[in-house]
């Protein structure tokens, strides 16, 4: 597959009155696979939230890799938030809006703390898949065929989770 690199968004951090060099940058605009290169990894607290510039549809294959320093490692796209270290139950996966709206799956939802992790989202049409470190959590058969979304990774609850890398591969 021939990957055509081109910048196409940074990511900033802004104070009042200074704004920092970029410290990520996606490449791959308008190819089949978009990546979240950076030199440093990048911290997200409070309300902030990494997304990517695209939307993206079904099919699709998400990998994020990421930790939290404790609670809510919250991802989107096929769902408005899916919940990993719930703060309320530390072991339920939540899933939240879209298709698969109102699972909760006792089991799946923990991750360990200030480790990094493999999120693989695989999202088809007709269903999805998710992984944590190459281990089945969640899967759903459901109309995933309209969804054109950004996929974005945040905290919630006060926990910081801190990104190392996101690719997205349209199959």
Known sequence: MKT???????VLVTFTGYTAQPIAEWSGQGTREERLTTSNAIVLEGSNKLASP???????EITIVAKTDSTNLR???AADQVVFNWEAEIDQLQVNGGPADGQRIKGAGQIPKDKFVTIRW???????SIYVDDELRFEH?????????RVSIFPSGGSVVTVKSVTVKQQ
């Open 4 to 10: 055509t690199t081109l910048l196409v968004m940074s």
């Open 54 to 60: 695209n939307t993206f549809r079904p099919p699709v």
């Open 75 to 77: 991802i989107s796209y």
């Open 122 to 128: 695989l999202v088809t049409p007709k269903h999805q």
């Open 141 to 149: 058969c459901g109309d995933y065929a309209d969804i054109k979304r």
